[in-house]
């Protein structure tokens, strides 16, 4: 689950960004408010445009955007605007978050994105991408060279976005990591747009994939498993899932996955005896977080770890 705000993003810790305070460069700097300055009326778009009259704003390097609107309106259009507007005096930007929000502010799938594309299209330095939230969300026209770590968290990833990622430009992705989720709160993708993405990076240069919080990890496993972006990888996420024995069993049966070094399985539904079948693996193997069924009039219901 998602408890606390970012304290460190992109190897830097989080400093939050307030009027008349000197702001430290060797921090990521957050921009955000909270319900106390939302009651007294101050607008999210005014502390944006403000931070960049800052002096040697240049030097920042790394941002993380927090809680732009408490009501879970508007969407993120406007600061995504004033961003690219602003985008020279940010020449250096190595790391950008979107959506620092954490369940006490806004549940994740209140938080109203919109096409973020254009922001990876404005700083071409970038290294790392960081959003939260994909009701509206969309990332279109992906073409970036120097793009090392990609992380995308919902409750619920459309099958837009995937396509979006699908016919991406990455060249240089070392770290994938999607937060699929469930029906409910957005997913309506299926393997078939998860396969899409996976043969996109067949011949790159992943070190780590993640297939996070999905209620469908079971029918992923395999495609997976089977994918030729194994060959590179060192870490393979499956964690916050719903996954179970059927699944877990086809990575025991997985020659392809011999030469990672971790497997994040956290937040299961796998039995005690095929979890002790994976403690022997000969990778380090994360099945901490198991879960039980859930029944109800003979119905057996599994959750992901983030829905709401």
């Known amino acids: 689950m998602i408890h606390d705000n970012l304290s460190d993003f992109n190897g830097k810790k989080v400093q939050e960004f307030k009027a008349g305070t000197l702001l430290s460069y060797e921090c990521a700097i957050k921009v955000g408010i909270d319900w106390d300055e939302y009651d007294?009326?101050?607008e999210f778009t005014d502390k944006l445009k403000e931070f960049f009259t800052q002096p040697n704003v240049e030097k920042v390097d790394t941002l993380v955007i927090g809680l732009w609107a408490p009501e879970s309106e508007p969407d993120s259009s406007e600061l995504v605007k004033i961003l690219v507007e602003n985008k020279d005096k940010l020449p250096n930007l190595k790391g950008l978050m979107v959506g620092d929000i954490v369940g006490e502010e806004q549940e994740i799938s209140w938080i109203e994105q919109s096409d973020l594309g254009v922001l990876l299209l404005a700083f071409p330095q970038l290294t790392t991408f960081h959003v939260r939230g994909g009701t509206g969300l969309r990332i279109s026209d992906i073409r970036h060279s120097n793009l090392l770590t990609l992380i995308i968290e919902t409750g619920g990833l459309s099958a837009?976005?995937?396509?979006?990622?699908?016919?991406?430009?990455?060249?240089?992705?070392?770290?994938?990591?999607?937060?699929?989720?469930?029906?409910?709160?957005?997913?309506?993708?299926?393997?078939?747009?998860?396969q899409k993405v996976l043969k996109n990076f067949e011949d790159g240069k992943l070190k780590y994939l993640g297939l996070r919080n999905s209620e469908i990890i079971d029918q992923l496993t395999p495609l997976v498993c089977n994918s030729p972006v194994i060959n590179?990888?060192?870490?393979?996420?499956?964690?916050?899932?719903?996954?179970?024995?059927?699944?877990?069993?086809?990575?025991?049966?997985?020659?392809?996955?011999?030469?990672?070094?971790?497997?994040?399985?956290?937040?299961?539904?796998?039995?005690?005896?095929?979890?002790?079948?994976?403690?022997?693996l000969p990778y380090n193997v994360n099945v901490s977080d198991q879960q039980e069924d859930d029944v109800y009039d003979g119905e057996v219901y599994r959750y992901i770890s983030v829905g709401e």
């Open 40 to 42: 007294e009326g101050v």
């Open 232 to 280: 590179g990888l060192e870490s393979l996420d499956l964690s916050l899932g719903t996954m179970s024995d059927e699944s877990a069993k086809v990575i025991l049966e997985s020659s392809a996955l011999l030469n990672l070094k971790f497997l994040n399985l956290e937040h299961h539904f796998i039995s005690d005896a095929v979890v002790a079948q994976l403690t022997k």
């Open 160 to 194: 837009e976005v995937l396509n979006d990622i699908a016919i991406s430009y990455l060249p240089n992705l070392e770290h994938l990591e999607l937060w699929l989720g469930e029906h409910s709160y957005g997913f309506d993708g299926g393997p078939e747009d998860v």
